[in-house]
């Protein structure tokens, strides 16, 4: 039969000497994983990308995930983008337009003299 979940059977043994087999509740365990992870193929995105509303210049935009994120930013009349890891100090990322990743509670702030078009698209 054709193994379709591309990790071995519960039958194989787990050690080379062949003496140790894995107990079923591992073999769902790490089969949840794999499952978990995109079952070996091409990744599949469930998250959408969010569109995400610049009221104000600066717009500062912070990641409230607990996971990273892409801030991607277009269009508009952006004159800086600044990154800051504290909310305090800022680096000046050098572009004005682009696609940024976040990590949980790094920050972006975006000056424009029109409003960009902002996408958070979760990774």
Known sequence: MLNITQIPSSRVPITEDGEALISREWYRFLYNLF???GSGGPPTYANPA???IATESPFRYTNPNTYAVDLMVSGGGVSKLEFSRDGTTYYD??????????SPSDMLRVTYTQAPI???IPR
């Open 35 to 37: 499952f978990l992870n």
């Open 50 to 52: 969010i569109p995400v």
């Open 93 to 102: 990322t050098g572009s004005y337009y682009g696609m940024f990743t976040l």
């Open 118 to 120: 902002l996408t958070l």
